[in-house]
């Protein structure tokens, strides 16, 4: 019996054995996990998508990304669903010069704003009489906006592991020093804070914490991947080695080299738990070489190649990274828009300046236009957002960081061969009696002293009101020949003329902003204007000067402005539209002789770009309804490089001042070849007519009376244009050089 019951137990130990045998056969091989570290490193970060373009063509599968900075921002895509072919051809066609700086499409900004920001060189914030640097060259915005685009497939994923390749970053809490670990949130806005280079980027705000470029604490995160249970790690290091005392050469470079102390210490302990450490021979470029992106993109795969042997004993199952399918969605319904932070600006002024009516579709090229809009006012420090699934549709979440300066110095230089040379000195002040309102005072120093007074209260999509104030005067010597032909003197006993203009100008309006580009104005104007020569003498003792007008005259007017050009100063595509009509109700130095008169004018321009070729083309029309018996109101034609005053017209191969008549046509042909970037050649012809009933001739235009040609260089500098142009015509003698420096004021 207990023979028997042995046996019994042998045997079903045995079938336990066989069994177990059998489930250990059935049983899949695990494969390891496998970790993808991607460090900080500015720009030499692009080497990242040259790594992960190999990565994808030997086919491994890659469980979970870290990265810092650079290499979060590249590593958030691919952990989002596109391959590093997909992120190489994104890469390829940004702008970085434009996503790195705060540069804001000129569509973007009111016709106040771009009238501010196209005249001032330096801007210089100040609070309590101290002037304040900036915290950072850029606020990030449009690295921000950027990403939002780019990462809006997975903008309803707030817990980071689970994209489709889980992912975290780094970011550096400014106030403690301390590390954090970003895994879950608003995925662009995580990036954005792991990028925020200090000096070079404003710190970003979440959840409280204050954060800055987790290059600072962590640049290889190497160990968060280990503490979520991967057992291979891939790792692309392109951080910078420590530089010699010849190669520091710049504040950029001590800082850098500052940091690179820490990094690279840590590094000795990180590398050697890196299985495949890949180091891409980047040391010929700098954190901010992103003209040379495709260099980069080049070295990064190079240094894969190298370690191609170790990479293909990590590929399984044959596997094959799928590419990124984003849906074309140009469009989305918006519930509504929520805003936050807004303490000193109201909702109205918000919403209005947004351009974006809800509940319906919105297009998403509105919704970025919408953004630039509100950076445009520089009211904020920066804009956060978040598009949150609703019921049926989407809620915008604005959260806003207002900025807390108030008061603004502005500087600008200039010199042109009419005003001369001149120093512009600014003073600004915002929310002085309502939220939206700002005052800003011009001091004009130089050859010619000038100031200019400006209010303005900006009521967004609404009317918004003005009020403004100038004074401008030159000096220029005229033909005594046009004198006497222009206001019908007797021949004079004197070649030329020294004549002396002074224009005080005081207006009152309205204006609305239909888009991004047309603008409408209405208002009066009352307008003081003195013109007049000492080189006449009149025979009366009590004056000394012979004045050909001296009065205040008052007028309604109108204005369209359309004005779509990509860059005031050298457009290479856009329209630009202004029409100007100007009725006048009274003149002082005619009193009760005064007749009512009108005064219109259009001028209409267009530039198209062919590669580095620009054709631009204008026509100009002004025309006097009724008898001005002032000729000083007429329309003037000559020269270049000076602001517009009055019905002072640049042309071309004559001087200043050189052409005069009470309507007048004239049309502009430029071909602007931009030889390197910024960098301008100009051929220009411009023809005209004018006289009297000029549009009462049949043959008005038919043969024009004056031409003129140039040919110039004209460089885009912080300042303004600086140019050189050699003008002349067939009609004249000799020919014009005219020198332009600085922003038009």
């Given at each position: 019996m207990k023979k028997s019951r042995f046996l019994l137990f042998l045997i079903v130990l045995a079938f336990a054995k066989a069994n177990h045998l059998q489930a250990q056969e059935n049983e899949p091989t695990s494969r390891p996990k496998i970790g993808l570290v991607l460090s900080g490193g500015g720009a030499k970060g692009l080497a990242h998508i040259g790594t992960l373009k190999i990565i994808d063509s030997l086919g491994i599968k890659v469980d979970y990304v870290a990265g810092t900075s650079m290499g979060a921002i590249v590593g958030s895509l691919y952990a989002s669903g596109y391959t590093g072919k997909q992120i190489d051809s994104i890469f390829n066609i940004i702008d970085f010069d434009k996503i790195i700086s705060d540069d804001i499409p000129r569509n973007s900004k009111s016709y106040y704003e771009r009238r501010s920001n196209e005249r001032y060189a330096v801007t210089l914030p100040f609070k309590d009489f101290k002037v304040l640097l900036p915290s950072s060259l850029s606020k990030g915005q449009n690295i921000y906006n950027l990403l939002s685009r780019l990462l809006s497939h997975v903008k309803d994923t707030d817990d980071f592991s689970k994209l489709p390749i889980p992912f975290l970053c780094i970011a550096t809490d400014i106030t403690t020093g301390e590390e954090v670990v970003l895994d879950r949130g608003y995925l662009p806005k995580a990036v954005n804070a792991s990028g925020a280079l200090p000096s070079l980027f404003a710190p970003v705000e979440i959840d409280g914490q204050l954060l800055i470029d987790g290059g600072v604490t962590d640049n290889y995160p190497i160990d968060k991947l280990k503490e979520r249970g991967m057992d291979i790690i891939i790792g692309v290091d392109v951080q910078d080695d420590l530089k010699s005392l010849q190669e520091l050469r710049s504040a950029l470079d001590i800082l850098s080299q500052i940091n690179n102390f820490r990094t690279i210490n840590d590094m000795k302990a990180k590398a050697p738990q890196t299985d495949v450490y890949i180091t891409p021979d980047i040391a010929a470029y700098t954190v901010v070489s992103f003209d040379q992106g495709r260099e980069i993109i080049q070295k990064g795969e190079e240094a894969a190649r190298e370690h191609a042997a170790q990479l293909k004993s990590l590929v399984?199952?044959?596997?094959?990274?799928?590419?990124?399918?984003?849906?074309?969605?140009?469009?989305?319904?918006?519930?509504?828009?929520?805003?936050?932070?807004?303490?000193?600006?109201?909702?109205?002024?918000?919403?209005?300046?947004?351009k974006v009516k809800t509940p319906g579709m919105v297009a998403y090229k509105d919704l970025s236009s919408g953004f630039n809009n509100l950076q445009a006012t520089d009211n904020f420090t920066k804009i956060n957002y978040e598009i949150i699934a609703d019921d049926g549709g989407s809620i915008l979440e604005i959260d806003l960081v207002e900025s807390d300066v108030r008061n603004y110095l502005r500087l600008g230089l200039h010199y042109d061969e009419l005003l001369r040379s001149a120093a512009l000195i600014n003073l600004a002040r915002k929310n002085v009696f309502f939220d939206n309102d700002i005052i800003s005072v011009d001091a004009i120093i130089g050859d010619n002293l000038r100031y200019n007074f400006d209010y303005y209260i900006d009521k967004g999509r609404y009317w918004s009101i003005g009020l403004h104030s100038e004074f401008v005067k030159f000096e220029q010597d005229v033909s005594a020949a046009f004198v006497e032909d222009v206001i019908n003197l007797a021949p004079l006993s004197v070649n030329s003329l020294r004549l002396q203009y002074r224009d005080w100008t005081q207006q009152g309006f309205l204006q609305t902003r239909i888009n991004e580009s047309?603008?409408?104005?209405?208002?009066?104007?009352?307008?003081?204007?003195?013109?007049?020569?000492?080189?006449?003498?009149?025979?009366?003792?009590?004056?000394?000067?012979?004045?050909?007008?001296?009065?205040?005259?008052?007028?309604?007017?109108?204005?369209?402005?359309?004005?779509?050009?990509?860059?005031?100063?050298?457009?290479?595509?856009?329209?630009?539209?202004?029409?100007?009509?100007?009725?006048?109700?009274?003149?002082?130095?005619?009193?009760?002789?005064?007749?009512?008169?009108?005064?219109?004018?259009?001028?209409?321009?267009?530039?198209?770009?062919?590669?580095?070729?620009?054709?631009?083309?204008?026509?100009?029309?002004?025309?006097?309804?009724?008898?001005?018996?002032?000729?000083?109101?007429?329309?003037?034609?000559?020269?270049?490089?000076?602001?517009?005053?009055?019905?002072?017209?640049?042309f071309y191969g004559y001087d200043f001042i050189s052409i005069s008549g009470g309507s007048m046509i004239k049309v502009l042909f430029e071909a602007d070849y931009e030889v390197f970037k910024k960098n301008h050649v100009v051929f220009s012809a411009n023809f005209a007519n004018t006289q009297d009933n000029l549009f009462e001739q049949s043959d008005w235009f038919s043969n024009a009376r004056y031409t003129g040609y140039a040919i110039g260089y004209g460089i885009e500098t912080f300042l303004g244009p600086l140019e050189l142009k050699y003008s002349f015509s067939p009609q004249q003698k000799d020919g014009q050089v005219f020198v332009n420096i600085g922003f038009k004021f």
């Open positions: 399984f199952d044959n596997y094959s990274r799928p590419e990124l399918i984003v849906k074309t969605v140009d469009s989305i319904y918006l519930n509504k828009i929520n805003v936050k932070g807004n303490n000193n600006y109201t909702r109205a002024f918000i919403v209005g300046r947004f047309v603008n409408f104005v209405a208002g009066v104007e009352v307008k003081s204007l003195h013109v007049f020569t000492e080189t006449l003498i009149t025979g009366n003792p009590t004056n000394d000067a012979t004045d050909f007008s001296d009065g205040s005259m008052g007028s309604v007017y109108g204005k369209i402005l359309v004005d779509s050009y990509d860059n005031a100063l050298f457009p290479s595509s856009g329209w630009k539209v202004e029409g100007d009509f100007h009725l006048y109700a009274f003149n002082t130095e005619f009193g009760e002789r005064f007749k009512e008169f009108s005064i219109a004018q259009v001028e209409v321009g267009h530039a198209e770009r062919f590669g580095n070729f620009t054709l631009r083309g204008a026509a100009h029309i002004g025309i006097t309804i009724g008898d001005t018996d002032n000729s000083a109101m007429d329309f003037f034609l000559g020269g270049y490089g000076s602001r517009r005053i009055n019905n002072l017209i640049p």
